[in-house]
């Protein structure tokens, strides 16, 4: 099956119907976004849209079992860290060990035989899912880090923020020219980030692979930063039923 980009037909995303409401906005979406999203409130239904691509792997065997799981430990909490924004918090996910095991061994699956030689982790929850899928895979992992938090000598790359802008920074001679590179978050809102990665690991001659991620916000229209590479995600979120 062909991996999530602009220009793929039947995007991947692998998605699902959650069983219970839960609300689920950008982790940085600011209140002056919501009209564009078209929310009543800051509380909405989570739903998980059932994509082209969950159409294509119902007619390979059927929607994988382990998705409904994931989907339902990842929740909002509204109003943090300012006003106005729906925190995405994957916490409550690591709290249910299979449904992280689960998380881990879908990426794992997916990236075992595609000769990944390093997975690289934004900062900071690409940090906790980075290392063990890297650990599985058999490469190295290599952190992407904010502006003054590597010991060493670092190459950075700039990115633009809704106010302003920010860095992204990793150690020099960590990823060598040729590597093939997964870049892994836990979730594309913006894009932002990712673009930047990508544009650090490029600069220094890696090949980027893919971009993985647990959730995408389509609404936001990240993947079209990202150069035309390639998007995996495990759930989808779609804008639902609107709770007052």
Same mark, same amino acid.
Do not use: N, W
């Given at each position: 099956?062909?991996?999530?980009?602009?220009?793929?037909?039947?995007?991947? $995303?692998?998605?699902?119907?959650?069983?219970?409401?839960? @609300?689920?906005? @950008?982790?940085?979406?600011?209140?002056?976004?919501?009209?564009?999203?078209?929310?009543?409130?800051?509380?909405?239904?989570?739903?998980?849209?059932?994509? &082209?691509?969950?159409r294509a792997m119902a007619s390979e065997g059927g929607e994988d079992?382990?998705?409904?799981?994931?989907?339902? &430990?990842?929740?909002?909490?509204?109003?943090?860290?300012?006003? !106005?924004?729906?925190?995405?918090?994957?916490?409550?996910?690591?709290?249910?060990?299979?449904?992280?095991?689960?998380? /881990?061994?879908?990426?794992?699956?997916?990236?075992?035989? %595609? #000769?990944? &030689?390093?997975?690289?982790?934004?900062?900071?929850?690409?940090? /906790?899912? !980075?290392?063990?899928?890297?650990?599985?895979?058999?490469?190295?992992?290599?952190?992407? #880090?904010?502006? %003054?938090?590597? @010991?060493?000598?670092?190459?950075?790359? +700039?990115?633009?923020?809704?106010?302003?802008?920010?860095?992204?920074?990793?150690?020099?001679?960590?990823?060598?020219?040729?590597?093939?590179?997964?870049?892994?978050?836990?979730?594309?809102?913006?894009?932002?980030?990712?673009?930047?990665?990508? #544009?650090?690991?490029? #600069?220094?001659?890696?090949?980027?692979? +893919?971009?993985?991620?647990?959730? +995408?916000?389509?609404?936001?229209?990240?993947?079209?930063?990202? !150069? !035309?590479?390639?998007?995996?995600?495990?759930?989808?979120?779609? +804008?639902?039923?609107? $709770?007052?």
């Amino acid at each position: 099956m062909p991996p999530y980009s602009p220009s793929a037909s039947a995007p991947l $995303v692998r998605s699902l119907r959650l069983p219970s409401p839960s @609300p689920l906005l @950008p982790r940085t979406l600011p209140s002056s976004h919501l009209s564009r999203l078209r929310l009543p409130s800051f509380r909405r239904r989570l739903l998980l849209s059932v994509s &082209t691509a969950v159409r294509a792997m119902a007619s390979e065997g059927g929607e994988d079992h382990r998705l409904p799981r994931i989907a339902s &430990t990842i929740r909002v909490i509204p109003d943090f860290p300012k006003p !106005g924004i729906m925190f995405q918090d994957i916490t409550t996910l690591l709290l249910d060990h299979e449904a992280f095991r689960d998380t /881990i061994d879908m990426f794992v699956e997916r990236y075992r035989d %595609k #000769r990944i &030689t390093v997975v690289a982790g934004i900062e900071a929850r690409g940090f /906790i899912f !980075g290392p063990p899928i890297a650990l599985a895979i058999g490469c190295k992992f290599v952190p992407m #880090r904010k502006p %003054k938090k590597l @010991p060493g000598e670092v190459i950075s790359e +700039e990115y633009s923020l809704e106010y302003g802008t920010d860095k992204m920074e990793m150690h020099v001679g960590a990823v060598q020219p040729g590597d093939r590179a997964l870049v892994i978050d836990d979730l594309i809102a913006t894009g932002g980030t990712l673009s930047a990665a990508i #544009r650090l690991l490029e #600069r220094v001659g890696a090949e980027v692979v +893919e971009c993985a991620c647990v959730i +995408e916000l389509p609404e936001l229209q990240g993947y079209q930063r990202l !150069g !035309g590479k390639p998007l995996f995600v495990l759930v989808k979120a779609a +804008e639902g039923e609107a $709770v007052v």
